[in-house]
């Protein structure tokens, strides 16, 4: 009942209209809505304006956040549904922004011993399961000059969500029906074992061997390669390229 009382709320809110000049000096900023014909260029400029509506910004680690990085960052976070809707990227309300790389503390726990440790990681970019997004705005503004490069923290992040709207990380997205379970499952687990056994040979993998990590960062990393270097994933995977083609449009 919270959950669907939640998101009838989300429906009734207004979208937050975005001035003309805003718009189109953000679309002009980067190359990468170069890539998008008129109408998904529509679509992206009201789910964006959906998406201020219904998310809150907030700063962190002395940053400061203007509606431009706002609006930057919210057309880069419904990218990736413009073809699964904006419902895709309901459950969550608010967008941490970092002024560059921030540190966490981990708990790690060790299961041969069950000896749990402390320690630091350095990130660009977080997604919490209910929780927010968070992002370093260098990372940002470096993916927005140069947007071909095979890097987008905003989508990376985004990818964690949709992973995350089962209830669980592990890789694979509520999907439509269109695109069946077992098919996702058999493409991804293929193509990520193959790559974790270049790894492990030592040679140099085609994408980022942080792909490797886990089933749910080969997903994150191979969907930044759908909007930012489609060719190259093309190239090292041909099947999940066309999945993701399928399922991100």
């Known amino acids: 009942m919270i959950g669907w009382l939640s998101r009838l709320r989300e429906t009734l809110q207004p979208p937050e209209r975005i001035v003309d000049e805003d718009w189109h000096r953000l679309i002009a900023s980067s190359a990468l809505f170069g890539t998008l014909e008129a109408d998904r260029l529509r679509e992206l400029r009201a789910l964006t304006e959906r998406f201020l509506a219904h998310k809150r910004f907030s700063a962190a680690g002395g940053h400061v956040l203007d509606d431009a990085q706002c609006l930057a960052i919210a057309a880069l976070a419904v990218l990736p549904v413009l073809e699964l809707g904006f419902d895709a990227l309901t459950?969550?309300?608010?967008v941490i922004v970092y002024p560059g790389e921030f540190r966490v503390r981990r708990e790690y726990h060790d299961e041969a011993s069950g000896v749990v440790t402390e320690g630091e990681e350095t990130l660009i970019g977080e997604a919490w399961e209910r929780g927010p997004l968070i992002v370093s705005w260098a990372d940002v503004a470096a993916d927005l000059e140069r947007p071909f490069e095979g890097f987008n923290v905003v989508?990376?992040?985004?990818?964690?969500?949709?992973?995350?709207?089962?209830?669980?990380?592990?890789?694979?997205?509520?999907?439509?029906?269109?695109?069946?379970?077992?098919?996702?499952?058999?493409?991804?687990?293929?193509?990520?074992?193959?790559?974790?056994a270049?790894?492990?040979?030592?040679?140099?993998?085609?994408?980022?061997?942080?792909?490797?990590?886990?089933?749910?960062?080969?997903?994150?990393?191979?969907?930044?390669?759908?909007?930012?270097?489609?060719?190259?994933?093309?190239?090292?995977?041909?099947?999940?390229?066309?999945?993701?083609?399928?399922?991100?449009?």
């Open 91 to 94: 459950g969550w309300r608010e």
């Open 155 to 196: 989508v990376h992040e985004i990818a964690h969500k949709l992973d995350l709207l089962d209830g669980a990380m592990n890789g694979v997205p509520a999907l439509p029906a269109s695109l069946p379970r077992r098919e996702w499952i058999a493409t991804m687990q293929a193509a990520y074992d193959d790559l974790v």
């Open 198 to 249: 270049t790894i492990e040979s030592d040679e140099e993998p085609a994408i980022d061997p942080y792909a490797g990590e886990s089933a749910e960062e080969f997903f994150a990393v191979v969907s930044e390669l759908h909007f930012s270097d489609p060719a190259l994933l093309d190239e090292a995977s041909p099947a999940v390229a066309d999945l993701l083609r399928r399922y991100y449009g």
